[in-house]
């Protein structure tokens, strides 16, 4: 097993996964990624006259050829591209799993990603609406032949006890939507440890 499948096994050190998840989807790092290999690149098509110095010097001291030291420099250099395919393919299996391992849970994942933010409007409507509500809770009552001592002795609808609830249902659905997205940020990997254990036993993972 490579590196990079050791680090993605289901019995790998989960900060160390949790960091290398978050270092792959991170923007600031495929940047950094992509400019290395572009220097990389660059000092490919450019380094001839050095590689062949660095093979001379090194000739003086070994005994062998410059000839066999770029040969065997360009045999070490071919393991490494066969490792970072290696390391490739562990990535698309691991992700293939993870996959795998969600897809039970990912479609209500996402519906409910869908639903959360039109849901959290509507209460923050009603938080919104309270006074008002409260004071056409009143009117009604008045309309209804209520005299002002009866009203008054009455707890208006909607209740504090409501608008309580409202206020935490909002917390609640906001930090769920937050956990979700964070989620689904960390394709195509699918990690559950960011939603969180109760939200993750939700839906079942």
Not at 109 to 116: A, K, N, P, V, W
Not at 118 to 124: A, D, F, P, R
């Amino acid at each position: 097993m490579n590196m990079i499948a050791a680090t993605l096994a289901a019995d790998a050190d989960m900060t160390l996964k949790g960091d290398f998840l978050r270092a792959l989807a991170d923007p600031a790092v495929r940047a950094a990624v992509v400019r290395v290999k572009t220097a990389h690149a660059t000092l490919a098509r450019v380094e001839r006259l050095g590689l062949i110095l660095d093979a001379v010097v090194r000739a003086q001291c070994d005994g062998a050829s410059p000839a066999t030291l770029l040969n065997e420099t360009a045999v070490e250099l071919q393991q490494q591209v066969e490792e970072a395919f290696a390391d490739n393919e562990a990535l698309e299996a691991a992700a293939k799993a993870a996959r795998a391992s969600v897809a039970h849970a990912l479609p209500r994942i996402l519906s409910e990603r869908l639903e959360l933010p039109g849901t959290i409007v509507e209460l923050e409507k009603h938080v919104r609406g309270f006074d008002k509500a409260r004071d056409d809770y009143r009117v009604k009552l008045a309309d209804a032949g209520l005299d002002q001592r009866t009203i008054d002795a009455v707890e208006p609808v909607p209740t504090r006890s409501d608008l309580e609830e409202w206020q935490a249902a909002i917390d609640d659905k906001r930090a769920r939507l937050e956990r979700i997205n964070a989620f689904v940020r960390t394709a195509p990997f699918f990690d559950p440890v960011v939603l969180g254990g109760d939200i993750s036993s939700s839906f079942g993972l």
